[in-house]
């Protein structure tokens, strides 16, 4: 596995259900981040920790839960300087 290696890895997820609903409760609070730890199973009961965080796109063209990406992490947010 990447982080029994010691390595941290940020991905963009794409939105499924649950995302496209919490990009749209973050859309009425009027919030620009939010972040959500989020376990992976794995089989053979081993799970995988990870963090999403949603994070408001600056300039976006839509009015919608579209103006919000998803990222996936093994380390926090503090490895996500450059997204904001």
Same mark, same amino acid.
């Given at each position: &596995?990447?982080?029994?290696?010691?390595?941290?890895?940020?991905?963009?997820?794409? &939105?499924? $259900? +649950?995302?496209? @609903?919490? @990009?749209?409760?973050?859309?009425?609070?009027?919030?620009?981040?939010?972040? $959500? !730890?989020?376990?992976? =199973?794995?089989?053979?009961n081993e799970w995988h920790e990870t963090t999403?965080? =949603?994070?408001?796109?600056?300039? @976006?063209?839509? !009015?919608?839960?579209?103006? =919000? +990406?998803?990222? &996936? $992490?093994?380390?926090?947010?503090g490895h996500l300087v450059e997204y904001g």
């Amino acid at each position: &596995m990447i982080s029994q290696r010691g390595l941290s890895y940020v991905v963009p997820k794409g &939105m499924q $259900t +649950s995302e496209k @609903a919490q @990009a749209k409760r973050l859309l009425q609070q009027d919030q620009d981040r939010y972040e $959500t !730890d989020r376990k992976i =199973y794995l089989g053979k009961n081993e799970w995988h920790e990870t963090t999403l965080i =949603y994070r408001r796109k600056e300039d @976006a063209e839509h !009015d919608d839960h579209r103006q =919000y +990406s998803v990222f &996936m $992490t093994n380390r926090g947010s503090g490895h996500l300087v450059e997204y904001g």
